[in-house]
């Protein structure tokens, strides 16, 4: 699991003291087509490459074709990532050495087109590792997992954008891009707004929910006092507001020059959660909407509120609608926070 933001302590709503949670709180709540027969040889060829052979698939896109992936392509990816020798199953050395990674199938799930003129494309990667087992190095296979990558509308490869960071069961394809695109670590923990074409939530920019002409979102950077880690250098956290509609606590990062967002606080009815809840939704609505819902305690939350958590795993993006505000209790949503729990 690769998540795309730094995790720190006031990102997740819950580390600290419940006074120091509490503090926090009140800041923000106040301030497809078939292919032809083939000839009889053709396809005793075809039927005799396919032993052992994976076949790509190739997606139409708008403007041009997406060529097939290069496994060096994926390969590469992987090496950086896992910090070891990766290479496509056609290319494995006659002797493998321990904790080396095989890619063993890529196979097309689908594409969609992303801003920027950009296409998106899912493939769900095979891989194995060489790794000792009862003292003897042999091959294992990994559990399946998706990677997405982009291209240009024309069919230039741009590189692989990353993988979901947490189930997408239940999910489009189109949906499962556009989730690892926006860094959004979970597409149920999400906030929409009509007229936009993008959510934010938990690893987003928070802009993007602004309409053009209005007003942009302000900076302001937290200090030291905060005792948050820094994990670059010109790296920094601050609070980001975009207007009425939404406070983020976010982390800048400046090798990739751009504020990721751990923890948000909404108390406009303009935004509305996936399952169509907003501020000023009654609790009934909430109950009906997430059947999964769950009472408190939450961590070091404190008054009245309902808290969802997509697959109840005990860490992740999760929901909280608050219906207490300035110690008044009302039925209604009085804000919606979306943080992020770690273990």
Request: proline share 6%; aromatic share 12%.
């Amino acid at each position: 699991m690769k998540r795309k933001i730094p995790v720190s302590p006031f990102s997740t709503g819950l580390s600290g003291s419940a006074k120091e949670m509490e503090t926090r709180i009140r800041n923000i709540l106040t301030g497809g087509h078939k292919r032809p027969a083939l000839l009889v040889m053709a396809g005793a060829a075809v039927m005799i490459a396919l032993c052992g052979v994976t076949v790509f698939c190739f997606a139409q896109a708008a403007g041009g074709r997406i060529e097939n992936p290069d496994p060096a392509w994926f390969a590469d990816y992987y090496s950086q990532d896992y910090g070891t020798r990766v290479y496509w199953w056609e290319d494995q050395p006659d002797a493998p050495q321990a904790h080396d990674v095989r890619l063993d199938a890529i196979t097309y799930l689908g594409q969609t087109e992303l801003e920027g003129g950009r296409i998106g494309a899912a493939y769900q990667v095979e891989k194995s590792g060489y790794d000792s087992q009862m003292g003897t190095l042999r091959w294992s296979e990994y559990e399946p997992g998706i990677e997405v990558a982009a291209w240009t509308s024309g069919g230039e490869w741009l590189g692989i954008l990353g993988s979901p960071n947490f189930s997408v069961q239940g999910l489009a394809t189109e949906q499962i891009i556009r989730q690892v695109d926006w860094h959004l670590l979970n597409w149920e923990v999400s906030l929409w707004r009509d007229g936009c074409s993008q959510p934010v939530g938990i690893g987003t920019q928070v802009e993007g929910i602004l309409k053009p002409g209005e007003e942009e979102q302000t900076i302001q950077p937290l200090g030291e006092e905060f005792a948050a880690p820094i994990y670059g250098e010109g790296d920094h956290y601050a609070l980001v507001t975009c207007g009425d509609l939404l406070a983020a606590n976010c982390y800048y990062s400046a090798a990739e020059d751009r504020y990721s967002a751990n923890h948000i606080t909404c108390e406009s009815p303009e935004l509305y959660t996936p399952r169509g809840i907003r501020v000023g939704s009654s609790r009934e609505a909430v109950e009906e909407a997430y059947p999964e819902i769950q009472l408190p305690p939450f961590g070091s939350f404190q008054g009245d509120y309902l808290w969802y958590q997509p697959g109840n795993t005990g860490f992740g993006p999760a929901i909280v609608f608050l219906f207490q505000k300035k110690g008044t209790v009302s039925d209604q949503v009085q804000a919606i926070m979306l943080v992020d729990l770690v273990d």
